[in-house]
């Protein structure tokens, strides 16, 4: 915590002229994925807040390790910034090598949004909830597959939390995106899906949603329990969404982003398009980001390891 707040006065205090030229936004993803469509909402949105263009860049692979690593190198001057996701306060506990420090190497700007995780299989199964899925995973040991977009993934954590609060052993399918997965789950490919909110349109019918994972039912999925409602409250999985800047960012560009943004995140149309993605707004302000990514990477160093999901190189 102390090394976040501290990378706020690590650089010159004076930047009035802020921003002087167009702004980049790293995104971890491919385009077409969720973080990279919720970057350019935002990049549109932000863009005439400050005055200037704001430019998505997609740096993927390594699990976000490539992009983060774009600005961890970057001139702290606020030209060159990053879309964070949740699965950078997992990477530590998932990887044996990191090349940068969360803690240390960032600036936190804002949290943004939010989303979770929906449980969902193919209707063909006997299972109608996911009690009765459990009862019968249990029955059927090793013989449940389940896909999602990757290891090491939230969607991919998800059920692996799922696993050991339930007692039952699935084997997990990497897929190399969540409509591959989903795509196979509705053909009867693989038994079980752990996908986003966003994915589960046009699914209707096609596959059966058993719970989701975040504090409360998303108006997308008026109909189907959280994990807590039925039961499972540890199975929890939001994933969330923020602005990183790298070490040093200077307080008074930190203040000017995080004042362009706040305003973009209570602007109703701007709500209503992450709604339609599957998301929704969650503001927090610069501290309050900063102790909560630390709050996050602690969680996951514990739950990581609990699960028995080893390091890899």
Same mark, same amino acid.
């Given at each position: ?5 501290? *990378?706020? !006065?690590? /650089? ?5 002229? &802020?921003? %002087?030229?167009? +702004? ?110 459990? *009862?019968? !995973?249990? /029955? ?5 597959? &389940?896909? %999602?977009?990757? +290891? ?162």
């Amino acid at each position: 915590m102390a090394l976040l707040l501290g *990378a706020f !006065a690590a /650089a010159p205090a004076r930047a009035d002229d &802020y921003p %002087s030229k167009p +702004v980049k936004l790293i995104v971890t993803t491919p385009p077409g994925g969720l973080v990279d469509i919720l970057g350019r909402l935002l990049a549109q949105a932000l863009g005439p807040r400050l005055g200037q263009t704001v430019i998505v860049e997609n740096r993927s692979g390594a699990t976000t390790q490539l992009g983060a690593e774009v600005v961890v190198h970057a001139p702290p001057d606020g030209y060159t910034l990053l879309i964070g996701t949740s699965e950078l306060t997992m990477l530590p506990a998932l990887k044996r090598h990191v090349p940068y420090d969360l803690l240390r190497d960032f600036t936190p700007v804002a949290l943004v949004a939010s989303s979770w995780t929906v449980f969902a299989i193919n209707p063909k199964l006997p299972p109608r909830t996911l009690p009765e899925f459990i *009862a019968y !995973a249990k /029955a059927h040991p090793g013989q449940i597959h &389940y896909g %999602s977009n990757g +290891v090491g993934g939230s969607l991919h954590i998800a059920v692996e939390l799922l696993q050991m609060q339930a007692g039952v052993k699935l084997v997990h399918i990497p897929y190399r995106g969540g409509a591959q997965a989903a795509a196979d789950a509705m053909a009867g490919q693989i038994e079980m899906v752990s996908m986003g909110l966003a994915s589960t349109r046009g699914t209707e019918g096609r596959l059966r949603f058993l719970a989701q994972t975040g504090p409360n039912r998303h108006p997308m999925l008026p109909d189907v329990p959280t994990t807590a409602e039925l039961g499972l409250p540890d199975v929890r999985m939001e994933t969330w969404f923020g602005v990183i800047g790298p070490r040093g960012l200077p307080q008074p560009v930190v203040a000017a982003l995080a004042g362009a943004i706040e305003p973009v995140l209570r602007d109703d149309g701007f709500r209503k398009k992450l709604f339609d993605i599957g998301c929704q707004t969650a503001w927090k302000s610069p501290h309050d980001f900063a102790t909560f990514i630390g709050e996050e990477s602690r969680k996951w160093a514990k739950i990581i390891p609990a699960i028995g999901l080893a390091p890899e190189d």
